[in-house]
């Protein structure tokens, strides 16, 4: 988009796989993120892309704070962080919001835009759907492991539809093959439930998706958290068609050696993104009738390993 100014906060996986393609696209973009390391090689070196994809770009504006965004001015404003660090993130993002400036959930997880819309305004929130992933080696490098074209972005409120539909031909144009949709939360939901049927299973039992795939029992899990997670979409409304579920058990087996964040996360030490994604699939299933045994028994896992980890 023409004299389009991009802002994104947090310069992980996500956060770096987008400004990568956005600078050497062209486009005018500002990163700012609190690993001061990681800030300073990208000042230094620039932003490497490595994996499925191979640059490194040159990004003139490296911000150490989300605001000393607020004299860069940007037009649109990516969230990149974990969801965990929502809440904190938008605080910040409300104080350097002007009308008009459009910011963009662009995170996994189920409703999380709502705590963007929350703090700004229906009229200048999006919501992105992501389909890649990366892992994070090094400061100053991020490494692209997938992307299963396309992402998905779409408005909560229709009044920025057009612009949501302009910023997709952008992040096209940029190598992010991006499509713009009426109704996000059928997308988003679409993505969750791939999420909460291997995610957790892996953060519990330390396996990659190939291995939980492989061994019987815990693909037999993974195969009752993707029913349920079905169930409640459709109860919902998102009904993705009668062939869904094995084409879903297809793309989770393609998944490789690839390790999800939730995994990363408990090796790590750090809080999970579990409440926005088995979490959502159990509350709404309760609050539908639907029956969630399966999500409830590892959103409880999960949440036990979480607990441990902060002693």
């Known amino acids: ?41 990208i000042r230094k070196n620039g932003l490497r892309l490595i994996g499925m994809k191979e640059m490194t770009v040159r990004i003139e504006n490296v911000f150490d704070s989300i605001s000393e965004l607020k004299n860069y001015n940007p037009d649109v404003v990516y969230v990149c ?22 910011v963009v959930c662009y995170q996994n997880g189920i409703e999380n835009e709502h705590a963007v819309s929350d703090a700004i305004g229906d009229e200048d929130t999006l919501r992105v759907v992501i389909n890649h992933a990366g892992t994070f080696p090094e400061d100053g490098v991020t490494n692209m492991t997938f992307f299963h074209p396309p992402n998905y972005i779409g408005a909560a409120s229709e009044k920025s539809g057009g612009f949501a539909s302009q910023l997709a031909e952008t992040l096209t144009a940029v190598k992010l093959d991006t499509k713009f949709v009426p109704d996000i939360k059928k997308y988003e939901w679409q993505k969750a439930v791939l999420n909460a049927a291997l995610a957790p299973v892996t953060a519990i039992t330390g396996q990659t998706m190939k291995q939980a795939t492989t061994l019987p029992e815990t693909e037999a899990l993974a195969r009752q958290l993707l029913a349920e997670g079905i169930a409640v979409a459709k109860g919902l409304g998102y009904d993705y068609g009668d062939d869904f579920f094995d084409k879903a058990m297809e793309y989770l087996r393609g998944g490789g050696d690839h390790k999800p964040s939730m995994r990363v996360d408990v090796e790590m030490g750090s809080r999970t ?39």
């Open 273 to 311: 993104e579990i409440d926005l994604i088995n979490g959502k699939i159990v509350e709404h299933g309760k609050r539908l009738g639907i029956p969630v045994t399966a999500n409830q028994a590892v959103f409880a896992t999960v949440k036990g390993l979480e607990m441990l980890m902060k002693k």
């Open 81 to 102: 962080t974990k969801t965990t660090a929502l809440a904190p993130v938008m605080k910040e993002v409300a104080a350097i919001h002007r009308p008009g400036m459009k």
């Open 1 to 41: 988009m023409p004299g389009i100014k991009h802002g994104i906060i947090g310069v992980g996986p996500s956060g770096g796989i987008l400004a990568a393609h956005l600078a050497d696209g062209g486009e005018d973009v500002a990163v700012a993120d609190l690993l001061r390391g990681h800030m300073d090689a």
